[in-house]
């Protein structure tokens, strides 16, 4: 099983950018897909995007797209998030995940990070 830990997150105003970063352990990296999910206060988790294990295919949620961006670099282990424009109501945990399976249904169940919180003023 791999192990996620994110980092990046902070508070900013809206508008503003973000760059999330998500580094595993181990050295199967390049073996698993990747995704990115939030969750807000008192709501269910949220796909936000995923990316293939060799960074060729992404996929996004609809109202992301256009805003953020998903990346890997898997010499470095990390999944990247890039987060433009952002705003009030994309504030939530954000949560990487990892599977080997390029599907939202087994990221969601895959290996998860521990999240990094995103705070957007308004």
């Known amino acids: 099983q791999v192990q996620l830990v994110e980092s990046g997150g902070g508070l900013v105003q809206a508008g503003g950018s973000l760059r999330l970063s998500c580094t595993a352990s181990?050295?199967?990296?390049?073996?698993?897909?990747m995704g990115w999910f939030r969750q807000a206060p008192g709501k269910e988790r949220e796909f936000v995007a995923a990316?293939?294990?060799?960074?060729?295919?992404?996929y996004y949620a609809d109202s992301m797209k256009g805003r953020f961006t998903i990346s890997r670099d898997n010499a470095k282990n990390t999944v990247y998030l890039q987060m433009n424009n952002l705003k009030p109501e994309d504030t939530a945990v954000y949560y990487c995940?990892?599977?080997?399976?390029?599907?939202?249904?087994?990221?969601?169940?895959?290996?998860w990070g521990q999240g990094t919180q995103v705070t957007v003023s308004s």
């Open positions: 995940a990892a599977d080997q399976k390029y599907t939202v249904v087994t990221l969601l169940t895959g290996s």
């Open positions: 181990g050295r199967t990296f390049s073996s698993y897909a």
């Open positions: 990316i293939d294990r060799s960074g060729d295919s992404t």
